[in-house]
């Protein structure tokens, strides 16, 4: 199996470029394995060079195997210089979407005989596709966000603030291993329920309502998310209606989720779903998405994803309806795509928790 420095320099010839420079974090630690918040790549088929300033000197040489390391205490870009890493007239590739407009422009004045070529989505294409090692980690940051949510369940009553349900989903991840939230926790109640992002606030949560867990967690990196709509008490025959809704259109999803899909042709199958129940238009974002070292990455599985779904893509799939007034209902999972079916990693219940 290629190493992910092969498999980036195998794109060299066909995109016409002798270098490919790697600026953004998680892309950096993905092809280095370098943690570090201030770094610099420059790859060629010759080899690999990672920059970084003194605060990194010890951790980049212990992460960091089979490459030039450099440590300067200025300009990463003008250390690039100093070393001749880039010379007149080579083609340098950088991904589009995540180095600044400013960055582009100093690279252009530093090195006028140099042609710098934005080649989006490089580096996620390959990060797309996980290894076991990959896997392994998200399965991990999976048990955690489960576990966290069957210990959060007793403790949602009429009363609590949403903050509070926050706090202890962070509080009891990080107790179970977790480096971090993979993103700040999502505790909507009542109306607030029908946000699709509603974060917590001091709203108490009350008899009766809908109550929408949308969070992860962080293990060694790769990232978890997990979305779990409960009932406090006894709710409206709607909001129960719209909740078998939703995990009708997940489970369709789930079942069509393999090898061989579209993005958008896997959000149809939930869409669809919700469609000939009369939700459609309260269904209101994307399927699903790629997660790893990014909580947001490719594949994207929404209505204009024409990506290829492939063994080794860890996606999520949560379909959801929000009626405003009334509330919302999303229920998602992360599965890994094989040859003919996914495997849902999550463990956590499905049913219509009445708390």
């Known amino acids: 199996m290629l190493s992910r420095l092969q498999q980036l320099c195998a794109q060299f010839d066909p995109f016409r470029i002798d270098a490919f420079l790697v600026t953004f974090p ?9 943690t570090g918040s201030n ?18 000197s010890v951790q980049v040489r212990e992460q960091v195997r089979g490459w030039k390391i450099l440590i300067t205490q200025g300009s990463l870009f003008e250390k690039i210089r100093a070393q001749r890493l880039l010379k007149p007239g080579m083609r340098v590739g950088f991904d589009g979407n995540t180095v600044l407009y400013s960055q582009f422009l100093a690279l252009k004045k530093m090195f006028p005989k140099v042609k710098f070529l934005p080649k989006a989505d490089v580096v996620e294409k390959l990060a797309a596709v996980k290894d076991a090692n990959e896997i392994a980690k998200i399965r991990r940051a999976v048990e955690i966000t489960d576990t966290t949510f069957a210990e959060i369940l007793p403790l949602i009553k009429p009363g609590v603030p949403e903050l509070d349900i926050a706090a ?3 509080y009891r991840q990080r107790k179970h291993g977790a480096e971090a939230d993979a993103f700040e926790s999502i505790v909507a109640s009542g109306e607030r329920s029908a946000l699709p ?13 809908l109550l929408t867990l949308d969070f992860g967690a962080v293990y060694e990196g790769y990232h978890s998310d997990m979305t779990r709509t409960v009932a406090v008490g006894r709710i409206k025959p709607e909001a129960k209606k719209i909740y078998a809704v939703v995990r009708s259109a997940q489970e369709a999803a789930i079942e069509a989720a393999k090898s061989g899909i579209r993005g958008k042709e896997l959000d149809a199958v939930a869409r ?17 998405h790629g997660i790893g070292l990014q909580i947001h990455e490719q594949p994207r599985i929404s209505v204009m994803s024409t990506a290829l779904l492939v063994p ?16 919302g209902v999303r229920i998602e999972d992360d599965v ?3 040859e003919t079916s996914c495997e849902v990693l999550n463990r956590s219940p499905k049913e219509l928790l009445v708390l």
């Open 26 to 34: 998680p892309h950096l630690r993905y092809m280095s394995g370098f």
């Open 39 to 56: 770094g610099v790549a420059i790859i060629t088929k010759d080899g690999a060079a990672l920059i970084t300033d003194g605060r990194y």
């Open 168 to 170: 202890e989903i962070s």
């Open 197 to 209: 992002h509603g974060r917590a606030t001091f709203k108490k949560i009350a008899n009766g309502e």
């Open 272 to 288: 669809g779903v919700i469609r000939k129940k009369g939700y459609e238009k309260f269904f209101r974002h994307s399927l699903g």
């Open 312 to 327: 080794g893509n860890v996606v999520t799939i949560e379909p959801g309806v929000y009626i405003p007034h009334l509330g």
């Open 336 to 338: 890994i795509i094989g």
